[in-house]
């Protein structure tokens, strides 16, 4: 499956963004779905993952109550909806997909899509 991350860009702390990550190349509604991010010199981070159903939707406690993760099967996409964002949240951030048990989707996805800039100002 290819997949392809866009809505990243600039924004001012307190503000929010909806990233959206399209998919391609197989049934998207057999694969769980996540987005993680990467800030400049630390590690990749899990941020949160739905299930294939949507009906599983982990998180983690960084992100817990300010971002929410969706996904449209119709339009093989899936969504991070980003609010109440600050500098902290200033990252490459990128969706990845799994067709495994949705643990793989938190630590060691399968398929990786090309990230994109978010950059938070203060």
């Known amino acids: 499956v290819q997949l392809q991350a866009s809505g990243g860009g600039l924004v001012q702390a307190g503000g929010s963004l909806r990233l959206s990550c399209a998919a391609s190349?197989?049934?998207?509604?057999?694969?769980?779905m996540g987005w993680f991010r990467q800030a400049p010199g630390k590690e990749r981070e899990f941020l949160s993952a739905?299930?294939?159903?949507?009906?599983?939707?982990p998180y983690a406690d960084s992100v817990k109550g300010r971002f929410t993760i969706s996904r449209d099967n119709a339009v093989n996409t899936v969504y991070l909806q980003m609010n109440s964002l600050s500098p902290e949240d200033t990252a490459v951030y990128y969706c990845?997909?799994?067709?495994?048990?949705?643990?793989?989707?938190?630590?060691?996805?399968?398929?990786w899509g090309p990230g994109t800039l978010v950059t938070v100002s203060s």
């Open positions: 739905i299930s294939w159903t949507g009906y599983r939707t």
């Open positions: 990845a997909a799994d067709d495994g048990p949705i643990r793989v989707i938190t630590t060691t996805p399968k398929y």
């Open positions: 190349g197989r049934t998207f509604s057999g694969y769980n």
